[in-house]
Nanobody
Framework: QGQLVESGGGLVQAGGSLRLSCAAS????????MSWFRQAPGKEREFVAA????????DYSDSVKGRFTISRDNAKNTVHLQMNNLKPEDTAVYYC?????????????????WGKGTLVTVSS
């Protein structure tokens, strides 16, 4: 199944930016739909963004659309999440996930593997 390792989290002021990375080993990111999820304290894990394995089209939740950008670096086998204009409500642990399912899905239940997460804290 391989391993996913997130990095790039940290503390940032509202309006700032962060770039998260997800390094994959044991799998080729272009062969999977790669997604980012997040989980805030006391809340359920929620979908943030995905880049599909076929064609590389992207999908975003309404709460981050226009502020976040997901991308894939095939040469480095890494997926990135550029987060701009961050808000305090973006504070959460961000997880990278992969699925080999043929049909596109946003469901966390359909992910094959997960990273351990990276914490993003946005101060007001």
């Amino acid at each position: 199944q391989g391993q996913l390792v997130e990095s790039g989290g940290g503390l940032v002021q509202a309006g700032g930016s962060l770039r998260l990375s997800c390094a994959a080993s044991g799998r080729t990111v272009s062969a999977y739909t790669m997604s980012w999820f997040r989980q805030a304290p006391g809340k359920e894990r929620e979908f943030v963004a995905a880049i599909r394995r076929s064609g590389g089209s992207t999908d975003y939740s309404d709460s981050v659309k226009g502020r976040f950008t997901i991308s894939r670096d095939n040469a480095k086998n890494t997926v990135h999440l550029q987060m701009n204009n961050l808000k305090p409500e973006d504070t959460a642990v961000y997880y990278c996930a992969a699925t080999g399912r043929y049909l596109y899905t946003r469901s966390s239940n359909d992910m094959d593997s997960w990273g351990k997460g990276t914490l993003v804290t946005v101060s007001s």
